[in-house]
């Protein structure tokens, strides 16, 4: 990493337009067409994150998309970490996971994004991952909602940021979590009505 050092305008986009690009392959669908599962879009919600291709009944393949997508999100924040400024890590993770929620290869129909928003804070800062994971599974084991973990995750996201002493984390959290709350408008609508599924329910 290079911190003290702002990274110009032409070489912020091009980090952005690599963090898109990683960010965007579908894992979910490629995973799901490895294992036989058919078109990933054509089960259940559609969405081609890991929850979905847990519906069509094979674990190990939801289990492998889970870890890829939030791989893509930890390996852009790596990379970029290692070759750039803290400027262009921020901006080529919010583009990985605008990436995953809006893939060119899939004209623009991605997933929610929240394996890959883990993976982009646990490799941001392990401390700051460690605690949006523990949120998420502590509103899962308690609500058995796993929409609602995850927007609960987000929204604390930048108040673990705050709280372990990293400021500079704090528009970046706010940035993903805004994204995330966009992505869930129906999985809102359906947990104020009460009909949201529960975890392990189809």
Known sequence: ???????????LMLWALAGYLLGSVPFGIVVSRLFGLGDLRQIGSGNIGATNVLRTGNKTAAALTLILDSGKGAATVLIVRALAAEDAVQLAAVAAFLGHCFPIWLRFKGGKGVATFLGIL??????????????????????RISSLSALTAALLSPVWAALLGLPEAVAMTLALATLIFARHRANIERIVAGTEPRIGKK
């Open 122 to 143: 646990l490799a941001y800062a392990l401390p700051l991952g460690a605690a949006a994971c523990g949120t998420w599974l502590v509103m899962a084991v308690v609500l």
């Open 1 to 11: 990493m290079i911190p003290d050092l702002v990274t110009p305008p032409v070489a």
